[in-house]
């Protein structure tokens, strides 16, 4: 069975955020219905999903600042300032949800390096092991590894992709001295592990000798919020790099939605080079208020099918469904009820927050946090 | 060794791909012109392995999917079989790396969802079967051919795989250790040292020093000289200060030297230093004690940091109850108007 990682973006999440009812899961099930080849089973029943988490980092951050200037924040001998400072820090703990809900993940993702790399290990750590879990195991069809990402998620999981793939994770490991009693218990010649240490590419992840069948990027934040490197440079691509033998990835797709004002911020374009194998998907479905979410985006065919389709090797539509999927309505879901007028004005207010986004300015990651701030609001709005 | 090779060879020469093959209990693997997985097929991986040598080696077992792709009559489309076999000779001679080049590409168009499998980028179209399906028997053996590089590839890596899950584990843990349970850090310290001492490259891990900037903690002062009846609770602040985590503790432990400044009720500001081992810290400082404009001339005091200072009371004190004690005593102390 293939394997799909799902990485949440910005906003507190539950541990259960990709299983819950209006998680990813369930909203891939319930579309994968309308195909002949899952009707009446569940789409577990074909994809092996590994969702990743990383806010619960950003809680417990907060949580021990908050706990930190608890203890000093009403002491009197403190000079004004740094009184002001411990008030404000030991309320995050508190105001997570508030907080969270201003993108203040972005803030602490992008702005404090130490965070973004625990954030990175943590989504590199768990790809890690999995993927060295079910490639250990030899028979049939080889698993494929796909991602989807969404939001802050595409940043986290382009920039955590890129280090998998380019770093030397096990030259520390290399430098202490030779592998154990498993290696010779597997049966490989000591010929074989004195060429891979001569060779000096202690990176078993690198490009070459491992790829991702499929990389969506939902909403994708990457071009502006990444710290690694910038999405045409690194190897998050379907391109060969640096004289690999094969890409990182067969299949990208970047998929934006027409009136969603988050991916159009310093918005990423997909190089001409990388095409066919890279592709920018364009939706612009209305279905519920939060045009931005996970769920949402799953909702149209033209992201569902291909994900499908990618990650179960033997699913492909019949001309039937692919003829339905074409006329999928523009308006549906919990949007199908509203006027036209509520419609339009709906489209228009996402139209002119898109057109905002777009406009060039200085601080790109706080006009950034104002727009998705706004969007909420529009969303809140016609909940 | 060579017996067993010889064997499984003439099978395949003498018999080719059975159509039988196709039917048999599929894994959900791709359907190669309209032909499942299937576990009978004589290059599936579970009768390679029976054939091959054991235990797996990668590079005979290679050359005999080499030789193989070689002698099949089914490698009808000259071409393509070359093609394929100059890919595991490049491996074999050293000349690419292996073998995620060898991972059928199932491509979707998001427009039309039309669906196309391929090999080396659309080298090999492997949904092109014929009009009476007769490329059937080569795309297919190329299938199993691809999925047994592979196979042979992840084998190879495995335990090298394996070992860096646990180096990058090792990482997550050491980040971890120095977050959350190494020097404490408030928001604008975490963003100093994040900006100042974190290497870019994750693989350095976190950084060995600490900048400690503006950190304020209680504790008590004890004039020199005098009696423990004359301890009195204060709040520090570290200015500015640094922490160092010696090699080889993982940021388990650290110690650290900062100057010192304190602030107490009934007498002016404190200046001085600190050192600190682990949540230990010890300080000396001088206030201005006579009120001449000069607070180095008079008796210096001493700053124990909360750890220490129960520490050194000997008492059973909960650690909580000490604090409050402390904060009480300082919010009592502040003159009129704070």
Redesign the interface.
């Known amino acids: 069975m293939n394997v799909l990682f799902l990485i949440h973006g910005v906003g507190r999440q539950s541990e259960t955020w990709a299983t819950c009812p209006d998680g990813p899961i369930e909203t891939l099930n319930r579309a994968a219905q309308a195909y002949s080849k899952f009707k009446g089973r569940h789409i577990r029943e074909f994809i092996d999903f590994v969702p990743i988490r990383y806010d619960d980092i950003f809680d417990r951050i907060l949580g021990q600042w908050a706990n930190s200037a608890e203890e000093l924040k009403n002491l009197p001998a403190l000079p004004g300032a740094l009184s002001g400072a411990l008030q404000f820090t030991s309320k995050m703990g508190d105001d997570k949800d508030v907080l969270f809900t201003f993108g203040f993940d972005v803030a602490l993702y992008r702005g404090f390096r130490l965070f973004g790399q625990r954030i990175q290990l943590r989504v590199i750590s768990e790809m890690a092991r999995v993927i060295a879990e079910r490639t250990a195991k030899a028979g049939g069809t080889p698993p494929a590894f796909g991602v989807v990402a969404h939001s802050l998620g595409t940043c986290v999981a382009h920039d955590s992709i890129h280090l998998l793939g380019s770093e030397n994770w096990l030259s520390a490991a290399y430098e202490a001295g030779p592998l154990g009693a498993a290696e010779e218990a597997q049966g490989f010649r000591k010929s074989e592990r004195e060429l891979a240490l001569a060779l000096n590419t202690p990176n078993p992840f690198r490009p070459g000798t491992f790829l991702f069948n499929s990389i969506f990027m939902l909403s994708n934040t990457s071009e502006l919020l990444q710290t690694v490197s910038p999405p045409a440079r690194s190897i998050v691509c379907p391109l060969p790099v640096n004289g690999a033998s094969a890409p990182y990835c067969q299949s990208f797709y970047s998929v934006d939605h027409r009136l969603d004002p988050i991916s159009k911020v310093k918005a990423f374009s997909v190089p001409d080079a990388w095409k066919p194998n890279g592709r920018s998907v364009i939706i612009d479905h209305l279905y519920d208020p939060n045009i931005h979410a996970f769920s949402h985006y799953l909702l149209n065919p033209k992201v569902h099918i291909p994900l499908l389709a990618k990650a179960v090797n033997d699913f492909a539509p019949t001309t039937d469904e692919v003829r339905i999927a074409r006329e999928f309505p523009q308006f549906g879901g919990n949007l199908e009820q509203l006027m036209a007028d509520e419609k339009a004005k709906l489209s228009s207010r996402l139209a002119i927050l898109v057109e905002d986004a777009t406009r060039p300015v200085k601080d790109e990651i706080g006009h950034w946090l104002e727009v998705y701030g706004r969007l909420r609001e529009i969303a809140e709005g016609v909940s | 060794m060579k017996l067993q090779a010889l064997a499984l060879g003439i099978a395949i020469l003498g018999f080719g791909m059975p159509a039988g093959a196709q039917g048999s209990p599929?894994?959900?693997?791709?359907?190669v012109c309209d032909r499942?997985?299937s576990?009978s097929h004589p290059l599936?991986?579970?009768n390679l392995?029976r054939q091959l040598p054991?235990?797996?080696?990668?590079r005979t077992s290679a050359g005999f999917l080499l030789t193989t792709l070689l002698r099949s009559h089914n490698q009808s489309e000259v071409a393509s079989r070359d093609l394929f076999a100059s890919k595991i000779r490049?491996v074999l001679e050293g000349k690419?790396?292996?073998?995620?080049?060898f991972?059928i590409?199932?491509?979707?168009?998001?427009?039309?969802?039309s669906?196309k499998l391929s090999l080396f980028?659309d080298s090999i179209l492997l949904s092109s079967c014929g009009a009476n399906n007769e490329r059937a028997p080569q795309l297919d053996e190329f299938r199993y051919l691809a999925?047994a590089m592979?196979?042979l590839?992840?084998?190879?890596?495995?335990?090298?795989?394996?070992?860096?899950?646990?180096?990058?584990?090792a990482?997550?843990e050491e980040?971890?250790q120095?977050?959350?349970h190494g020097f404490?850090m408030?928001?604008?310290e975490?963003?100093a040292?994040?900006?100042l001492l974190?290497s870019?490259?994750?693989?350095n891990g976190?950084?060995a020093n600490q900048l400690v900037f503006?950190h304020?903690?209680?504790g008590a002062e004890v004039q020199v000289g005098l009696r423990e009846s004359h301890i009195q609770p204060s709040?520090a602040?570290e200015p500015l200060g640094f922490i160092r985590y010696p090699p080889r503790s993982k940021h388990r432990t650290w110690w650290g030297l900062s100057f010192l400044t304190t602030?107490?009720?009934d007498m002016g500001l404190g200046l001085g230093g600190m050192a600190r081992l682990q949540n230990f810290s010890l300080g000396v400082l001088w206030h201005d004690s006579d009120n001449d404009g000069r607070p180095f001339n008079s008796k210096p005091f001493i700053f124990l940091g909360l750890d220490l200072y129960q520490f050194a009371s000997g008492s059973l004190r909960r650690y909580e109850g000490l604090?409050d004690e402390i904060?009480q005593t300082?919010?009592e102390s502040?003159p009129p108007g704070?």
């Open positions: 599929s894994d959900e693997g791709f359907i499942n997985y576990i599936s991986w579970e392995a054991s235990p797996v080696e990668f490049a690419s790396d292996c073998c995620a080049q991972a590409k199932k491509d979707v168009d998001p427009d039309d969802f669906t980028d999925h592979e196979i590839g992840n084998l190879k890596l495995a335990n090298n795989r394996t070992a860096a899950v646990a180096a990058i584990r990482k997550e980040f971890d120095m977050i959350f404490p408030f928001p604008w975490a963003l040292n994040s900006l974190t870019r490259q994750i693989t976190p950084p503006l304020p903690s209680i709040l602040l602030f107490r009720g604090r904060r300082l919010k502040a704070d």
